[in-house]
């Protein structure tokens, strides 16, 4: 009885060390559109970058956290978000204190918490390397994690002494961000070459947590091979939405909201890690895999089809612009559903063999049965297809009725 007694609030303070943190999180995001608002900023790219970061981010590490508590990645996920978001108000309270003098409370601490987006940049490699079970691959990255993570406090000591002392000599001017602006990187300041061998570093890490991740993907099976795809599709995803969203953002003409719809898509990134971690239709992915590749392929054709046609009717054959813009819609329209067809027939035979043999083995039972006329051969015939289609561990066909 004093053993349950005593064992008995562990549970309920591993809840509430994951329930705090997360109403804190919630109070913070609440907190960023009118901060920024009130600096000025635009509230549609803030929501959007909460969204596409902080939500996912923060959302999954509850949820890793609370059912895997002693796996780190889950704790490294939430970290990292609230680094993030830290940042983000700080960078809005900065504006609103420095740059447009409302002579706010609290002013040097702002400055110095916007600096946290950095070492929680940091964290994301780590992630990677851990993933899925939180563990060291080898007694050799453990070495390298522990410098890897020294030189990540040294950065940031390195960079809150220097804010120190600038807010110390009154050098409070901050750029569009929120940021100090003796950290503009084209103006150099002390320090300057142990920050890039800081970023290095990150680099190095970076691309040793994917190598180590590559070479375990060939040499694994089952549900550990699924739990890599799953995480090679999201590092895919995520990273690709945020270089889109950039480029799109700098297009000149283009809106800048679809930019910022489209970096919502960094959230593949830390569903995904969440997905594999806790093997949550972890057989999906393939699935997954093959319907985005379809569409995106088929997206790009249409809109080059599109494009080209509209040019075509535009500037060769001198049609009003409405009436080829109508044209080559309806073009792109009756395109589409053909297209997507034999696009995500092909995919699938590449990306999701099981249910393009599947579809053939049903295709070829229905060509079959349009010429049966023997009950017995055609239940045959079904439990066969349905076997190796579906591959059941258990098949039985039961008739009703009788034959005439």
Avoid at 28 to 49: D, F, G, H, K, W
Wanted: net charge positive.
């Amino acid at each position: 009885m004093t053993a349950v007694g005593m064992g008995s609030p562990r549970p309920a303070l591993s809840r509430l060390a994951v329930v705090v943190p997360g109403l804190l999180m919630v109070a913070l995001v609440a907190a960023e559109i009118p901060l920024a608002m009130l600096a000025r900023q635009n509230p549609v790219t803030t929501a959007s970058e909460t969204l596409a970061v902080v939500v996912p981010f923060a959302a999954v590490g509850i949820v890793v956290a609370w059912r895997r508590p002693g796996n780190p990645i889950g704790w490294l996920m939430f970290a990292f978000a609230a680094c993030f978001q830290l940042s983000s108000d700080a960078g809005s309270y900065d504006l609103i204190d420095y740059r447009l003098g409302h002579g706010l409370p609290l002013g040097p601490v702002a400055l110095l918490l916007y600096l946290l987006w950095e070492p929680g940049l940091a964290l994301i490699p780590v992630v990677v390397l851990l993933f899925p079970d939180g563990r060291p691959p080898s007694a050799r990255w453990r070495w390298m994690l522990r410098a890897y993570l020294a030189m990540g406090l040294t950065l940031l000591a390195v960079l809150t002494l220097r804010s120190a002392i600038a807010i110390a000599q009154h050098q409070t001017q901050v750029d569009r961000f929120g940021q100090l602006s003796i950290f503009d990187r084209t103006s150099g300041y002390g320090g300057a070459a142990f920050v890039l061998v800081g970023y290095a570093m990150l680099v190095v890490v970076w691309l040793g947590a994917v190598a180590r991740q590559a070479v375990s993907w060939r040499r694994s099976s089952g549900d550990r091979r699924q739990q890599f795809k799953w995480l090679a599709s999201g590092a895919i995803a995520g990273p690709a939405a945020l270089l889109c969203s950039v480029l799109l953002s700098g297009t000149h003409g283009f809106p800048h909201a679809v930019a910022d719809v489209v970096v919502i898509g960094v959230a593949a990134l830390p569903v995904s890690v969440g997905v594999g971690i806790l093997r949550y239709r972890l057989y999906d992915i393939d699935r997954i895999i093959s319907r985005t590749l379809a569409y995106a392929i088929v997206t790009g054709l249409l809109v080059g089809v599109y494009a080209g046609l509209v040019i075509l009717a535009t500037q060769v054959l001198s049609f009003s612009c409405p009436v080829a813009v109508a044209a080559s819609t309806l073009a792109a329209a009756a395109l589409f559903s053909p297209l997507r067809r034999r696009v995500q027939r092909i995919v699938d035979r590449r990306f999701n063999r099981a249910r393009y043999d599947a579809d053939r083995t049903i295709a070829a039972f229905a060509a079959r049965l349009s010429g049966a006329v023997d009950q017995d051969a055609v239940g045959d015939d079904l439990l066969g297809t349905v076997s190796q289609a579906l591959e059941p561990a258990h098949a039985h066909l039961w008739l009703t009725g009788s034959r005439q």
